[in-house]
């Protein structure tokens, strides 16, 4: 959905522009452009039920969106955080057509600055021995993020699947 149309457009918190390319705040998601970008990253998780992923998104504590001079989302990234001590980067994800042309880049710069304040800014990827993990931690590095091992800290998680 192109800019502009209504549902999926910037809503307040100010944007900025990258050459063509818009990062900005948004609140209000479209459910069939939503879906497109978590689906082309594959991340079935979230695509099984797009009610409750735009839900997911309504809760965060701040989404900002990356768009072209069309208004075609290209990527998005959420946080959910205190805006006092703690930004955890829940998602982080760029349209892989998309890859390699600055945009989750100028995503989480944004973010750096947003949270700038907090004593805490983090995030989980996939592990560095995976390939996508490599690549990921390579690019996290590049931003000037450190492995929780590097900050000598540690990441604990119930595991992925679990029953009620």
């Known amino acids: 959905m192109a800019a502009g149309t209504g549902a999926g457009t910037g809503t307040g918190g100010g944007g900025t522009g990258t050459g ?21 990253v594959e991340w079935e998780g ?5 009610g409750r992923l735009c839900r997911g998104l309504a809760n965060s504590h701040l989404v900002v969106t990356a768009r072209d001079a069309s208004g075609t989302l290209l990527g998005l990234a959420r946080t959910l ?24 880049r100028a995503l989480l710069e944004h973010l750096k600055e947003r949270y700038a304040h907090c004593r805490f800014f983090l995030l989980s990827t996939d592990h560095e021995s995976t390939p996508e993990g490599k690549v990921n931690a390579a690019f996290y590095r590049s931003l000037g993020l450190l492995s929780y ?15 009620a």
């Open 46 to 50: 979230y695509t099984e039920d797009v």
């Open 149 to 163: 091992e590097e900050k000598q800290m540690a990441a604990f998680g119930l595991p992925r699947v679990r029953t």
């Open 81 to 104: 955080s205190d805006d006092e001590h703690v930004c955890y980067v829940q998602d982080l994800l760029v349209n892989p057509a998309h890859h390699r042309r600055g945009v989750g």
């Open 20 to 40: 063509a390319l818009l990062i900005a705040r948004e609140d209000v998601f479209d459910p069939e452009e939503v879906f497109a970008l978590y689906a082309s």
